[in-house]
């Protein structure tokens, strides 16, 4: 029984520390992934030099 509690304490530490951590790494990444097209122009209509 202290071995299947010190296995589920193992698991759940790794969890916090390795798991979890790359998880809102990898979410913030995709959301500024979202935000950086709209940070270039290229896709904006460019007013002429005859404006």
Do not use: N
Request: charged share 15%; proline share 8%.
């Amino acid at each position: 029984m202290l071995a299947i509690a010190a296995g589920a304490a193992f698991v759940g530490l790794f969890a916090l520390w390795v798991i979890v951590p790359r998880f809102f790494i990898r979410r913030k990444q995709e959301g500024s992934a979202v935000v950086s097209p709209l940070m270039h122009d290229e896709g904006l209509p460019q007013p002429s030099a005859a404006d």
